[in-house]
């Protein structure tokens, strides 16, 4: 089965409203792992998306490589987003990649997504952002963080 096509399907419809959608994806044992939490079934993943869309204005994911061994997949991807408490309510991207695990009946068994926190919520604040990207800059000159 090629289950590209269901992860950008599956990611590009969901809206955080849909919930129900998620059953035709998701196994209803499903473990979902991601750099906030590690949690285990359908319910709870649909009452994490369900509070993580709430101020989600738009998002999109563009997959850049997808890789397929048989039921695992790895997939890299930008997400596009707009969050109207961040980044001043305009859109950015952030790089990530998930890992899947798909059962015999096609349905993800395990979701493990990696994504830096920093770009994608941190960074966005107003002053806690401006701290951040200083000290990146720091470091990318090859500055220590303590001087």
């Known amino acids: 089965m090629d289950y590209k096509q269901k992860i950008e399907r599956a990611f590009n419809s969901f809206t955080g409203k ?73 859109e950015y991207q952030v790089p990530g990649f998930s890992v899947f695990n798909f059962n015999a009946e096609g349905l993800i068994i395990y979701h493990r997504d990696y994504v830096d926190l920093g770009a994608m919520v941190y960074e966005r604040l107003p002053l806690q952002g401006q701290i951040i990207r200083a000290i990146k800059g720091l470091l990318k000159r090859g500055g220590s963080v303590a001087e």
Do not use: C
């Not at 059953?23 to 993580?52: I, M, Q, T």
């Not at 101020?55 to 997939?75: H, L, M, P, W, Y």
């Open 18 to 90: 849909n919930l129900e959608s998620l059953n035709s994806f998701y196994s209803p044992d499903v473990v979902f792992v991601d750099p906030v939490l590690e949690l285990r079934g359908l319910s709870r993943l649909k009452a994490y998306y369900s509070h993580a869309y709430e101020n989600v204005k738009s998002i999109r994911f563009e997959f850049t490589d997808t890789i397929q061994e048989g039921s695992k997949v790895g997939a890299s991807w930008i997400m596009h987003l707009q969050v109207s408490r961040l980044n001043g309510g305009k």
